[in-house]
């Protein structure tokens, strides 16, 4: 078989792979993983160069807080914190949704999208029954603030995790350089929701009454578990900041934070692993095969000096490309194998024009991540919410999730052009 042959049917599989993902027809983790079985039977790729593809920076970082996030829910400390803000706000329903916002944005900057919006989300509808208020007028701008929070931080989201596991770039590169347009679209995000809520959040003196006679302290499980939780957490987040200074990557400080609340938690190891999210663990495999594949077979190579010729090399035209492209994809499509797909690309951009591409990365994150917010299908976190409703009298449907979020994608993009030109270009 001649590399013209590998090419092509390398290209078909990818394609028809990214295609089967994309309509949601099959299990994703099942696609993903068949299309990379099929390079390997093609000889598009060989089982060595396979493995050398699999970017385990990612996977380690991914499982370390998996695993750190598993153990620390079960003390119960995001619901004491989401009733004791509902009652520091009194009752207030603008009140609470700022202190919600905030707590759902912070939150995802350090844990994982989902895992913040499962826990988040069933207190706010507690505290929506007891105010009597449709809870849309709170899991949307939680939603929107997940994604927000997410974006802030190199552990925040998976494109981050993924972009710092192929580059140089650290959680403080990650904070400096993400933190301020996140926060400027937070600030947004609550203007917006303000202005399309704002006149629904009105209860009644007996509803507030109620929620201050409600008791935070019995949704603490376990209060010597929360105490270990914390101080790793702790010990993790001050890994995370100096860890390149300290010269170690940002998975080992992960796995160790885990490695040690396994240790000191007292909780049954087999049992935790059972709760890791091992297929998209190894929809990340799947990914990283595909792409190496391309990547070998000089694919990559060759669309990046497409890209290269569109925008006649100008880093201000490339930039912005890949920060709308980046956005409008993830609003409809996983931004998972997207990102897979942009990071060898813009290494490729790199080698091929010798431009400065950290703007390119700052781009494509903020592109992936705030794109999320477009419609129903761009977040895992909107789909688990929208669930969540599906089957109350309030669900979110894909048009009303698309009246809100679509205009604050548009307005983050927006926001982040005018800061990677002023900053960057």
Known sequence: MTLDFHIAAAVTVFLVTYG??????????????????????????????????????????LVGMMLIVTVTKRTGVFQYVAIKAAQIAKGDPWRIMVLFVLLTAVSSAFLDNVTTVLLVAPVTMVICDVLELNPIYFLMPEILASNV??????????????????????????????????????????VFCRFVYGRHLTVKEKAKAEIMSMNPDLEISDHRLLVKCLAVLGLVMAGFVFHQMLGYESATVALAGAAILMVIADVNPEELLLEVEWGTIFFFVGLFILVGTLEGLGVIEFLAGEVVKLTSGNLMLTTFMVLWVSAFASAFIDNIPFVATMIPLIKSIGTLTAMNVTPLWWALALGACLGGNGSLVGASANVIVAGMVSRTEHPITFGGFLKVGFPVMLISMAVCSVYLWVVYL
């Not at 068949?34 to 990612?58: C, K, P, Y």
């Not at 981050?160 to 947004?188: K, R």
């Open 20 to 61: 089967l993902i994309v309509a949601e027809k099959m299990n994703r983790i099942s696609v993903a993983l068949a299309g990379a079985s099929a390079m390997l039977l093609m000889r598009a790729i060989s089982q060595e160069e396979a493995i050398a593809s699999v970017d385990f920076n990612t996977i380690t970082l």
């Open 149 to 190: 929070g997410g974006t802030a931080t190199l552990i925040g989201d998976p494109p981050n995790i993924m972009i710092g596991g192929a580059t140089d770039l650290g959680f403080l590169d990650f904070m400096e350089n993400l933190a301020p347009p996140a926060l400027i679209i937070l600030a947004v995000v609550l």
